[in-house]
């Protein structure tokens, strides 16, 4: 591209000159790559002109962008006391005029369809440094998408002013699906180290459109940038919730190759920490609905959430459950008395305290002369449930988990029967709860070995799980399952195994020739040996 510098001359005090740079059609590459955000890196400036001049301690110079015809910026301005011993001073002018902002739209991670325009005047006055500033830049009519949070924000304005000192005044608004977001605050030393605090209001905001979650909001807060600290403070109110935890939990994936460190190099919990201060009021509406892992609910209560940048996340409060329903093995049991409890602990696993029941009524029941209501109560943390079965008349554990999974006493229940209950005992013991049901259940069947092992269907005559000792058995959760065995003889021993994540079988048996010697064998869906 031409580059002109003419007539530079003179030394000290006498230097004087001229410069003149001229590019066509130069791409901008952004200092970070915007490929994860399927985003082109870089943009293109149709034209960009430099003229300056030196003369007598001062140049004067005007600087003109152009992205298309419709899109220009154009800065003129004239620095003082060049090469002399006072500091130097500017007075300059800034003119943007940007009509259509999807000239930017390959720039800005995370929004998709830009519009709207930019357009402003700034007029800057004093120490070339950290000068003062007059004038007002104004976005209208602006638009984009947020893909990663489902929404549209729509009929944007925000503006700023400046008024001959070294801060800025802001004032904003959008829109997304009819909800509104305000926001006002200053932004002092907006040049060098900007401190900023800014005041959010809205209505019936939509924060969150995404298959997992429909969310609005109505926030009171208040966002603060002192240095490098950044804090959220107030009152957040979620008018109404559509939340599906499963879908959460099939679709919110880390990478385990990814580490996140904090300033001193230490890695970071992710999942529980934040990157700034948090102290936040956290009040739920009246239109709050959740489900997943078998509950289905609404939701009432309140939380107080605090966090500092980079440790845990924690709250204090109580968030109940409403007109709910459990599903446990096919059953639909009503939540009869619900509360998740935070007492300044994480925000990820409050203390659970939740009762659901079902009624069998005795006309449909084998073996029932009366009504019989059980139930299931889910206790501990979110992160370490216990689950524990009862029931009104009281029954055995066995007979409570017979009732529910065969709806029949278990002295009732078949062969393939019983297999089912011993699946369904040691997926209860997995989830914290029924260790004394599995011996209970273990004595009640006759059977010498209840626990998990490993399916091994790639492997003729080899068992590579342990159902002797779950401990041992193999890290592949898909072949996963629970073995029951029974020994005929001191030296001879069958199983029978079921997947827990499949419709797999496989029967096992082994025979011990002697103490140094013992034959294996197993024959299931797909193989046998």
Known sequence: FPVTIVGFKGQGESISGQSHIQINHLHVKPSRNLSAFQKTNYFEIQSLNWEASLKNHQIIGKLSLMFNPENQLDYQFMLSHVFSADSPTITGDIALNIETLSVFDYLVPG?????????????????????????????????????????????TKI???????????????????????EI??????WIKNPLIQAEIRGQ??????????????????TFRKTGRALSLTGTLTIDKARINADL???SVQSNPDIVYVNASGQPLDTAQSLPFNLDIHLLL????????????????????????????????GTLNLINGNYTF??????????????ANSPVINPNLNITALYEMPPSGYSGLTQKLEVGVRIQGTALNPRLTLFSNPPLSQENILSYIVLGQPINSASQGGRAALAQAAMALAAQGGGGGLVADLQNKLGIDTLAFGTLAPDQPGMITGNYANPQETDTNTDNTAVFVGKSLTERLQVGLGVGLFNNEQEITSSYQLNNYFKLTGSSGNTQSG
């Open 111 to 155: 929004l998709d369809n830009i519009t709207g325009s930019l357009i402003g005047h700034l007029h800057l006055e004093g120490n070339w440094i950290q000068p003062k500033a007059t004038g007002t830049l104004t976005l209208q009519n602006g638009a984009a998408d947020l893909p990663l949070l489902g929404i549209r924000l729509e009929k």
């Open 159 to 181: 503006a700023l002013q400046a008024d001959h000192s070294q801060t800025l005044h802001l004032t904003g608004s959008t829109e997304s699906n009819h909800g509104r977001l």
């Open 248 to 250: 959460f939990k099939d």
């Open 204 to 221: 019936g905001f939509q924060l969150i459109l995404i298959p997992a979650a429909d969310i609005d909001v109505s926030p009171k807060l």
């Open 184 to 189: 006002t605050g200053d932004i002092q030393n």
């Open 285 to 316: 509406g009246q239109d709050i609905h959740v489900e997943g892992y078998g509950i289905d609910t609404n939701m009432s209560g309140k939380l107080d959430i605090l966090s500092r940048a980079g440790q845990t996340t924690l709250a204090s």
């Open 329 to 342: 093995y096919g059953k639909v049991f009503n939540i009869h008395s619900g509360s998740l409890l935070f």
